[in-house]
């Protein structure tokens, strides 16, 4: 039985754990049929471990997301690995100590730049280091977000950040649909990754979905998540774009 993924090519980011989002996605995508190649920073040798749990090899590209030059170089190689892309992850993000855990109202500017930049003006900068990659017969781009219509506990300059990363989705996705490029986002619940450690006092966070979401939440399975992503990533929602898909339980639809 073939998969949804037979066929593609998909680049994904952000494979730094077997517990992380990216990694599942990474795995459903292979399992569907798609070739995947992964970039990773700071640490791929992290990555190049975690990549040899995937049902297939694959290549691990070191790529700084706010490095000019990683960006520059990253066509060639992925050319010269897949000759060309169907689909994009982005699963980025990051903010400075001092711009989380209740320190909203002293956070310097500097912070908040590099968590706006990681974690927004990313996907602009990735979508279009891949564009040319896109070129043939378009293509899908699949980001991360965590709900930012609300201030959550802890989450501080990330929720600003993932405010204007929902926005930046959507402005690609109206600039580049004339080139069949579709930009989606994944709005998932709270997962034990290795960002959601960084927060400080995240169980505070993710206990509302203890209290509020309709269907049990597992904080610990990431998978509903990437099944989420290899959807959009495929060709069974081929006239959707701009669109932020909930993977939380519902919570998203539930009020205090």
């Given at each position: 039985m073939s998969g949804i993924l037979d066929g593609k090519r998909i680049l994904v980011t952000g494979v730094l754990m077997e517990s992380s989002i990216a990694f599942h996605t990474a795995k459903l995508a292979q399992e569907q049929g798609a070739e995947i190649i992964l970039t990773?920073?700071?640490r791929p040798t992290l990555t190049e471990r975690i990549a040899r749990k995937l049902p297939r090899p694959?290549?691990?590209i070191e790529l700084d997301v706010t490095n000019a030059e990683h960006l520059a170089g990253l066509e060639s190689v992925v050319r010269d690995e897949l000759g060309g892309l169907d689909g994009v992850v982005h699963s980025i993000g990051f903010a400075p100590q001092d711009a989380l855990g209740g320190n909203f109202l002293n956070t310097p500017f500097e912070s908040v730049a590099t968590a706006m930049h990681v974690s927004a003006y990313s996907l602009k900068s990735l979508t279009m280091a891949c564009l040319p990659l896109m070129s043939d017969?378009?293509?899908?781009v699949v980001g991360l977000t965590f709900d930012a219509q609300f201030a959550w506990p802890q989450y501080d300059w990330m929720g600003p950040a993932k405010a204007a990363l929902e926005a930046?989705?959507?402005y690609l996705a109206r600039d580049l649909g004339k080139q069949n490029i579709r930009c989606n986002l994944i709005s998932a619940g709270p997962i034990g990754s290795m960002a959601a450690k960084s927060i400080p006092g995240f169980s505070e966070l993710a206990d509302v979905w203890n209290h509020r979401s309709p269907l049990e939440w597992n904080m610990s399975d990431p998978e509903p998540a990437g099944r989420g992503v290899v959807a959009l990533l495929s060709d069974w929602f081929p006239m959707t774009t701009g669109e932020i898909v909930h993977v939380?339980?519902?919570?998203?639809a539930i009020g205090a």
């Open positions: 990773a920073f700071p694959t290549k691990v017969g378009g293509g899908s930046t989705s959507r939380d339980g519902g919570l998203h």
